[in-house]
Structure formats: C-alpha cells, structure tokens
C-alpha cells in the first residue's frame, strides 16, 4: 500500500521562504490568517489526513461505488470519515462565515486540498464539487436561493455537483438538451440525462444539490441558449428541513479505470424541480465564474498524486537493493538512472507546488485587496495561471505515477504496493473540468488575448525583474533568461498568427502551454534555490541546490524545443483529409 | 469495446516496399518464404486473431484468473482459442520441424506476434512464454533433454515459463537463491520460491515446463554460480507421456494493473525434480542466448499495443463530433490539437514497425545467411535493434495508449470503451524483461562498446548510404542528417567517457536510446516516405508523406535536446547522498 506522510517543511518553506504568505494577513480581510496560524491549521489538517483519509483510499479502489436500483453505495468507512470531515470545518475552510465556512484564505483551502488530494483523490471529489457548487450558487443566485443552500453547501453537510455533460455535448457544451419549462411559480420543470456527474448520487449526506446546466423553452440554439438551475435531491421546505424527493434519479454508475471510491453517475431528470440561477441564457458565464476556482482545484489533485508518487518512490529507491551502483550504494537510488527518476519527480513536484499554490494566493488577493490595481493584477494571473496548473499538474500526475512505476520495476505493477493506482486515479484529471488539450487551446486563445495581450506580458516582466544573474545562482538564472526569450518570442508569433492561422495556433498549443508551465518551473525553481542558499539547514539548502541544478541543466530547456514545434507550421498536416489518416 | 482490423495493408508495403523481405527467400533454407507466402499467412493469420483472439481481450480483463488451492482457471474461451491456435500451427511457426515447427521465418512469427498483441495481449504470453523456454532449451540442453521436451513445447501443445525473478533478485539476478542439488541419478532436486512466472500454472496445457535459474550447492557466489534447469509441472516417462505431478506449485497468483487474462504466479519448488540445461554456473550465459529474442517480442507486445491505440484513436476521432474545427470541419479529427495527436501515434506506430521487423529480418539472417560476413553483420543489427525495439516500442504504447484516452475525452476512462486497458495493459511491457532503464544500460554499456564500437558505426554509416538530401525528400532528409550527426557525436563522448564517469552514462542513458530511437525512426520514414512516393495511390501517398513531414519537423528534432542530455554531467547530481533526497 503507497503510504503518505504530509510534506510539511516543504509547505512552510514554499508558503513562508518563496510565496511571502504573510502578504494575505496583511489584507484586512484576512488579518487572521498569519503565516503561522495557516501552518498550524495545515498540521491539524495533516494529521486527520494521515490517520483518518489515506487508509480508505485503496480499500475504496478495491470496493468501489455500488448502484443498486438507483441507490448508491461507497466504500466501507468513507461516510464515517466525510462526516467527521467536514464536521471539523474542512470543507467550509474558505467560505464566508455567513453561509458556515471558516472564513479562511482560499490559498489555506487548496494546502489542504493538496493533503487530501494526495491521500486519497476519489475521497476528495465529494467536498471539491460541494465547493464548485456552493461557489456558483454563491456567485450568481438570489438571496432566497443562497440562503436555501448554501448554509448547509458551505459546511459541507450537504453536497454537490455539477451537472454539465450529455452524450452528445462534453467538451462542446453548446449541444446540451437538456430541457427547463417554467412552472408558473418560478419553479421550472427538468427533463434530460446527464452523464459523467461526479458524487451524483450517495447518502453521506442528507440532501444533494445539482447545479444543472440546461435550455429554456424559448432559448436561442447553441452556446447563448443555456441556463442554469439548481435542482436539489430532495425539495427544502421552507423552514430549511428536507422535504419530498425530486425527480432527478441516478439510472447508472460508471466502471472506469480509476478513482473507484467516487461514484460517476449517469442522472436522468423526469420533471425534477429546479430554479433558476442568474439571468436566462447567461448559463456559460454562470459556470465560467467557478470555472477557474474548479479548475485549479484539479491542478491540485494532480499536485496530490505527484507528491505521492514522488515520495513514495523516493522511500523505496532508498530500501530497495538491487545491485551495487557504480558508487558503491546498494540501494537503487544510487543507480544513476533511478537517480534521474527521482530527480524529475521531486523537480517537477516541488516546482509545480510553487506554481499551484502561487496561483491560489492571487485569488486571495484578486477577492481581498483593498486596490482595485492590485485585485485587477492578482486577476491577471489567476486567468494566466489557471490552466498552467491546471494541465500541467495534471499531466504530471500521470508521468510520475509512470514513473514510480519504473522505480518499483515489476513491483509497481502488482495492485498491493497502490502504487499503479497513482496511474489510474491521476489519467481522469486531465480529462475532466476541460481536457487539456482544451486547457491549452484557452491558453492560447483567450489568456494570451486579454486585455491587449497584458497577461504574458506581467509575467515575462516578474521573471526578469528577479535577476541574480550572477553566481552562485547563475546556473539557473541563464537559462531562465534564455526560456523567457523564446517563451516570448513564441507568444507574439501566436498572438500575431493566431487570427489568420488558427489551426497553426491549434497545432502547437499543448506544445506551448508545457513551454509556458517550464518557464514558470524555472522562475520557481530560481526562487527556491534563492531562499534555500539563506537556509541554514545544510542538507535541504544542497538538496534543494541539486534538484535546481537538475531542472534548470535537463528539465528546463525542452522550452526550446517546444517552443521550435509551436512556430513549426502545421497548414499541411491539417490538409490531409481526415479518410487519409 | 476497442475493436481491431489488423493492418494488413500497411505491413506489406513494410515488408515488400521498404525492407525488401524477399531477401529472406533469396537465403536457401528459407527458399519457400516468399514474399506472397508471408503476406499470404498473415491474411490468414488476421483472421483467426479477428474473430477469435481479439474477442476474448475485454472479457479477459474483466473476469482476470483465479486462483484456488494451486490450480489456476483462466478467462472463458481461452482454453478453446488457445488448443485452436496451437493446433493451427501459429505457436510453432518459425521452429524447426523436426520439433514440431513450421520452418517458416523468425520475421513471419514475429509479425503473427504483432497481430496477436494487438488483439489480447495477455493471450499472447502464454505462447510467447513458451517460445522462450523452447529457445532456451534448443540452445543449450543435451539432445535426450531436446527430445524430451521440444517436440511438445515447439508445437505449444505444452507450454512453458521463465522462472527466473525472486523476490530479493528481479534486476539483480545475482541474488537468485533456489538451490539445485544433484539426485545422483543426473537429475537435481529444485527448493526455493520464484516470483512474476507468467503462464506458471493453468490447466490449458497437458505439461508446463519450467525454464528455471538456480544454484548448485557448490555454486561460487553471485551471477557466476546461476545454473539452468529443466523441471516439468508432471514428470515424462520414457515413452514421452504424462507421468507424475512434480513438486513445483503455484501458492498464490498476483492481482496486477493489467494483462489480467495473463496469470503471474509465486511458484514454490519443493524438492521440485530438474535437469540441468547447458553446463555447471552457466545459467546467465543460457539465459542470455533467449534474452534478445525474449526481449524483441516484447517490443512487438509494444507494437501490438500502439497500433490498437493508434487505430481505435483515428476511428473515434472520425466519427465523434464535438464543435467546429477552424477547417469547418464537424468531426474532431479536424481539430488540430487531435490532429496532433493522431500524427504523433500514425508517426510512432508505422516507423516502430519498421524498426522492429527490421530487427526481426536481421535474426533471420543472422541465423540463415550461407555468408559468415554477412552473419555477423546481421547479429550486430540483431544486438542493436534489440533494446531499441524492446524499449521504444514498449515506451511508445503506454504513451499512445495515453493519447488515446485524451482523444476519447471522458468516455477513454470508462472502461466498456476499451480504451484504458491499453494503458493498463501495457505498463508491464516497460518492465518485464528488464526495465527500459536496463535495456537502456545494454544499449549504452554492451552495445555501444561491442567490437570495438562497430554496431552504431554500422547503423550511422547506413543511414547517411540512404542519401536523398535532394528535393522533394530534403524536408526529412536533412533533419535526418543532422540527428545522426548528433548521435554519432553522442555516441563517441558515450563510448569515451563511460570508463572514466560511468555515472554520466548511465544518467543519460534513457534519453540516449531514445534519441537513438528516433534516429531510427528517421531513417525508416525516410524509406517509407521514398516507397511511398513511388505508390500510384495517391491517397496512401499524400497520407504517408504528411505522417513522414509530422515526424520530421516535430518529433525526429528532439533528438538534439535528448543528445544534449546525455552530454550533460551527472557527478553533481550522484554527489547529493541518498538521505537528502
């Protein structure tokens, strides 16, 4: 079974040393949240983690969810333990204390996410669709609805999901069917089938609320026509107590390659109650507000599942003996090729924390800060970032789990050591909340076009405004600089080509979004190895120096190649016709 | 459910237009394998693994084998699919006929593997396993142990296993530690525990013959005191019938990743009775004479894996349709980004082809050439293809098996699709065998060394014979010069700094064998985009020389960064100790 201890002194480092988490407390908003209250919190969350989390979760990959006529059973143990979850204030961490939450930074929220994430990433889908429904709901309802809802969303009491995808209409959402008649009472009448619906139907909680995205009798065809709807389980009676059950019912359950303990539900709507969120036909900018807080959220999941795997095979390359390495070791770390393994995971894990958790603050900051320049700023890179964290943690995911693989050798494979479960919990999150090849494609096609192209621009100039261009911390820096050029160079040639060539665009975006995501790994990596040269700590300064040295001399100058295959035309190979493939 | 058409179009313009395979008729003792008599058993091959291997793929990994009281059931329909093959001759193919083969050529069988790995992987070891153990045995046993057991195991009528991995020796077969001790009467007594035996018990077979490693009591320590042995699951009296059951069972069966209809068995030998096979303390060497040929039909699992990835991929993406592409066009297929995938697996799976028939042309020569120049030559492309094959093709169908999910969105990770199990099934393949981290130490410390560093003079010498730097073919061409002129580079800092820094070599190792990897795949794109340019049908033409520019603009330049890789120095990295890490 893959163990998971939190890597705190990690967290604090890159919160405390890199990130300068103390600028949240400097908000009024958030004047709690000091540096040290935060760390204290992510230690009591560890330790329910550790101890209460992580032994479910490959018990859960054994069992999986049940459907038996409509009703739906999870693994043994996780009711017990969501309860006592979201009982002890963890799912309500960052929501406003008016709706139960804690009132905490939403950057404290994503840590913990991060510890959940890796201990058990099925487990942690049923609070994180809570929170994606609870903040569309926050963002767009009335205050009948709101108060309705999300007093008991906000905690985590009752859950959530989000009801997008129909057969027909997954990445492209313009086709969904799914019909709403008014009732006459400002209720309107559901009826449709969604599929792939996470935590659709469970009993861990005494009500289950559906964000439900669907078209108006009278609504124009396509994107403009959508609206959304919440649509309880069971009908709120108006003294807040559970009334009649709803006409929503859970016809099926997905066998999928991984993430067994989270039930994915086929939902059909017979005349299922629901009301209105936001305006009629504003449905796509209603999801889109919690779209890049859902979005991340995944970022973190795949955050999870690379700690895991990168800790877990760091553990066993130090046991395992198999051979004499050329140095002398008798441990396969020393094997100069495991050694290269496990230098890209803790490079990639480490730098991609740095990233997710950065991004996490400026949405703090974007929600809190007293200038309006500053909100506008941290916006800037929440927009920038979300996809970055997004794909690139995710994708991450997958190759570590790949990778712990090979550093197991046969072992890996064998279900007993959870260690091939990292593969297949982790392929889902760059499939779901946008593949990410869509992910790259809003990179490129939105992100780089905002506001006059200002995004890139901000962070082109972060990164160069670092500097420390000189040694000790050169070997880093050079190459940094020498990404950043390209890097930019790349994205004028996209954001010039992109109106006449979008296929060319299309081509090259997965390719350009990794460029991007490395770039950033390396302005991270420049910090960290900046605030590990002050560390006193002789050990972690080296090995922090060592894994610097790694990415910047191996990991990060594939932002060359990169970047050549995304100004490489593509005209031609789009002209073959799709028979001739 | 993932459906097959094995590809019988593009292996003859393989086989016939750019390997010339009627060089293996041109040999005397395979004067009767024309070209039209391979492509015709492959016509016939395809249907047997259409209608009836490839069926049992999804069923098999669902219902996996069980295990009880020693005895081993494996999936529904196998034992009948199975009896049906051997007895249609496929298991015996390319064996001599004196033991029960077809005589046919080692290229012929190889591409039968590559259809049948494509249909259902799993089935497939229990003959591949079985080719194993008759190779070993026809190699190095005395001629009574031959009789004894080659007319049966060349036929697959029974099969056989490599019992070779316990659990404190997988990489390090150094560690073995059953013990073989004489009976006096020329047989041994085998005690000791074996791990990962695939195909080591199952009722399919009338006798399971175990090609097992282990110790003589006098044995020196390490890998040179390994001895082979012969021990059958039921002993064979003189008459070459069943006799009575031998100590050697299974006491438990793994539940793994993938390959579930492929049963992996502990095997405990208990007083277990052998004969020895080749002399005293030469096991390693015994082993060694099946190990390129174990280890190229594990780079056709690979290939099986990557065409039905590959397939299956271009199929959906015709028909899903999801938006609008930029082209207008309805389907996905037309979307750029899967184009790009698309062209990444077309580009992989159809230049792996080469590469690994290639490899499996050279062993026929390599064993039929009436020249000795000619062999020789043969057996070093034989010693050099052989890791490339086993981990490029390997590497490339996890890869593609990934890909495919992306391009299936969602519904690849459910898995009634089919989809997922590609990637399942095919993480083994990166591990058994030896891990791609070891076939990578074989290319970079035996390989590159061998005679004097003649193989890869050989392999750059040939490729730079190819020429055509002229219009229209200049567009891979060059690149193509220009990465062997990289490697070739490469290559001589390898064999010059590998005494003195080992660590370097071995950190680059990885990256070294795929850049040379793609090298090759240049090379065979080069050849196929120049038979292809000579085709009368426009559309395989248009088709093959897109896929050839794909290759040559996006994925053969990676060469560079790769090589760039290797010459990069590891002594810092190895210094950090193990503890920091």
């Not at 065809?221 to 019912?249: A, C, H, M, W, Y």
């Not at 779901?432 to 494609?441: F, K």
Request: hydrophobic residues 40%.
């Amino acid at each position: 079974m893959a163990s998971y201890t939190a890597p705190l002194r990690e967290i604090e480092f890159v919160l405390k040393d890199v990130l300068d988490v103390g600028q949240l407390s400097r908000l009024p908003a958030l004047a709690e949240a000091t540096p040290d209250t935060l760390v204290g919190l992510i230690g009591e969350a560890a330790k329910l983690v550790q101890e209460r989390v992580a032994p479910l979760n490959a018990r859960g990959d054994q069992q999986g969810c049940k459907w038996h006529d409509g009703e739906v059973t999870v693994p043994d143990g996780m009711p017990e333990v969501y309860k006592l979850y979201w009982e002890s204030g963890w799912v309500g961490l960052c929501n406003p204390t008016e709706y139960g939450g804690q009132g905490l930074p939403y950057t404290l929220s994503k840590v913990v996410d991060e510890l959940v994430c890796s201990a058990n990433v099925a487990f942690a889908l049923y609070p994180g669709l809570t929170m994606g429904c609870f903040e569309a709901i926050a963002a767009n309802a009335s205050d009948e609805l709101k108060n309705t809802y999300l007093p008991k969303l906000g905690t985590g009491e009752w859950t959530g999901t989000m009801c997008m995808t129909e057969p027909q209409a997954g990445s492209d959402l313009a086709s969904v069917k799914t019909r709403a008649t008014p009732n006459g009472d400002g209720s309107y009448s559901l009826e449709g089938g969604k599929i792939f619906i996470t935590s659709g139907e469970h009993t861990m909680a005494e009500n289950i609320i559906h964000f439900t995205l669907a078209r108006l009798p009278d609504a124009p065809p396509g994107i403009k026509g959508l609206s959304t709807f919440v649509v309880p389980k069971f009908l709120v009676k108006p003294d807040g107590s559970i009334g009649e059950r709803n006409q929503v019912r859970c016809v099926s359950i997905e066998h999928k390659m991984g993430i067994h303990g989270s039930c994915t539900c086929s939902m059909q709507f017979e005349g299922a109650k629901g009301w209105m969120v936001g305006a009629p036909n504003t449905g796509i900018q209603n999801m889109f507000v919690m779209m890049n807080l859902a979005r991340i959220l995944v970022g973190l999941q795949g955050l999870g599942q690379c700690e895991l795997a990168t800790q877990n095979a760091i553990a066993y390359a130090k046991e395992r003996k198999q051979g004499k390495a050329f140095n002398g070791g008798e441990a396969i770390v020393d094997h100069p090729d495991v050694r290269r393994m496990l230098l890209t995971m803790k490079a990639t894990t480490e730098g991609a924390r740095v990233l997710a958790y950065e991004t996490a603050m400026h949405v703090d900051i974007a929600h809190h800060h007293p200038d309006a320049a500053a909100r506008e700023e941290a916006q800037d890179w929440v927009e920038l970032g979300t996809p970055l964290v997004k794909a690139y943690c995710t994708d991450s995911a997958f190759e570590l789990g790949s990778l712990a693989i090979q550093v197991y050798g046969g072992h890996g494979f064998i279900r007993e050591h959870g260690i091939e479960q990292i593969v297949r919990d982790s392929k889902i999150l760059c499939l779901y909340e946008g593949t990410n090849g869509i992910q790259a494609m809003d990179l490129v096609r939105r992100k780089l076009m905002l506001n006059g192209g200002r995004l890139p621009q901000r962070f082109f100039a972060k990164v160069r405004s670092e500097g420390t261009g000189d040694a000790p911390l050169g070997f880093i820096a050079k190459p940094l600089r020498e990404a950043v050029d390209e890097l930019e160079e790349t994205t004028h040639w996209l954001q010039q080509s992109y109106k006449t060539s979008p296929d060319d665009a299309g081509f090259g975006a997965v390719d350009f979004l990794r460029a991007f995501a490395l770039t950033y790994l390396g302005f991270n990596w420049l910090r960290m190895a900046k605030a590990a040269a002050a560390s006193g700590d002789d050990t972690f300064r080296r090995s922090k120096l060592t894994t610097a040295q790694f990415f910047a001399g191996r990991m990060l100058p594939q932002v060359h190649s990169l970047c050549a295959n995304v100004r490489s035309p593509a005209a031609e190979l789009m002209k073959l016709e799709a028979a001739a493939l």
